[in-house]
């Protein structure tokens, strides 16, 4: 990562901010995207402590250099043996007391331990106190997020000349990650998914040793991740003209989408949002068909904040990054999902994704 120490320490401000508020006086940060967003530091292993005064970032000997370089904002230890030692000794120097913890990555038994070994008076939850700070993207960010759309974009380029009958899925799903890794990419966000023919009705089909024929549609779900933030998009091709059926449903998904694209604007609840495309699609008589949310929030993690859905509560922000992918799947014939990227910015909101929507038949 592109270390610029003035971003890490302003959201170490921020973070600290949200502590007084809450009148905690030290946070233990373990979860990876969390600690990377707040100290920069990307390797595998790391635990922070934060309080007013200090930022004290626990490794191992493993990367001992590697977080004295990329987290110059934060005074690194090396532990051996226990780690719940180390961190009770730095919570005791640093006069911790009220110590918030990050109750959705802490499982029972480390809770436990938790409270048997870590000398605070009070252990209490921080409640997304970090992933808050990261529904909004800095330009920093935004400028990453970019690149790895673009890597993505690069791939579904690559990969619609290499497809021909007689290929598995697997080995389309391996020419767009081998593309992305030549880009820069450090590997796929998720399992990529290339669903082809009658299994395109499965939302989250994952290639596998189908064999693709002329005739199918082929549904393509992918991203890059690059310098640690995910790209994600979807297209829906043809190979071979497709069925009637499938021309009206490939219509309506892409109406859905350029309706509700148009409406991730800020102000708006992700959920107003997801209802432009369900209205669209359930006036086709479609609406039994799409059973997902419309989208979600990318950024250090494939899907977070805010969630584009019938529940999504959350107002739209500028500086969000979020998915419009709606999708209808109809057992038995396929399905077609369209997906781009999009930056919550005023009332124009800027599309990541340049593949073209239009319906692409090889
Ligand atoms: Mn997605």
């Not at 990261?134 to 759309?149: C, L």
């Not at 939302?203 to 991740?225: F, N, R």
């Amino acid at each position: 990562m592109e270390n610029n120490p003035s971003i890490f320490s302003g959201r170490l401000t921020k973070f600290r901010a949200k502590l007084r508020e809450k009148d905690i006086d030290g946070a233990l940060i373990t979860k990876r995207e969390n600690y990377i967003y707040l100290s920069g530091f990307i390797g595998t292993s790391a635990f922070l402590v934060i309080t007013q005064e200090a930022a004290v970032l626990i490794t191992d000997f493993r990367y001992v250099e590697q977080a004295s370089s990329q987290a110059p904002d934060y005074e690194v230890i090396k532990y051996q043996g226990s780690i719940l030692t180390a961190i009770n000794d730095v919570l005791k120097s640093k006069g911790v007391d009220r110590l918030g913890f990050e109750e959705s990555y802490t499982t029972y038994d480390k809770y436990k331990e938790y409270k048997a070994k870590l000398e605070v008076r009070e252990l209490n939850p921080l409640q997304g106190m970090a992933e808050n700070l990261r529904i909004i993207k800095d330009e920093q960010e935004i400028g990453i997020i970019k690149t790895a759309v673009k890597i993505a974009d690069g791939a579904f380029q690559h990969v619609l000349g290499v497809i021909r009958p007689g290929m598995t899925e697997s080995e389309v799903a391996a020419e767009l990650e081998y593309y992305m890794k030549k880009q820069g990419a450090k590997g796929a966000s998720f399992e990529t998914i290339v669903a082809s023919g009658e299994r395109a009705s499965m939302p989250h089909g994952v290639a596998s040793e189908k064999v693709i024929q002329t005739g199918d549609v082929i549904t393509l779900d992918y991203g890059a991740i690059y310098k640690e933030y995910c790209s994600d998009m979807t297209r829906t091709i043809f190979l071979g003209k497709p069925s009637e059926d499938l021309k009206k449903i490939y219509n309506i998904v892409l109406e859905a989408q350029q309706r509700a694209e148009e409406k991730a604007v800020a102000g708006l609840k992700g959920k107003e949002i997801d209802a432009v495309a369900r209205n669209v699609i359930a006036g086709h008589g479609y609406g039994d068909y799409f059973g997902h949310g419309l989208g979600h929030g990318v950024g250090l993690e494939i899907h977070e904040e805010p969630r584009l859905s019938m529940m999504g509560d959350l107002v739209m922000e500028d500086g969000m990054v979020v998915t419009v992918e709606p999708g209808i799947y109809v057992n038995g014939l396929g399905g077609v999902r369209i997906e781009d990227m999009v930056v919550i910015h005023g009332d124009q909101p800027m599309i990541l994704t340049q593949s073209t929507k239009e319906m692409i038949i090889i």
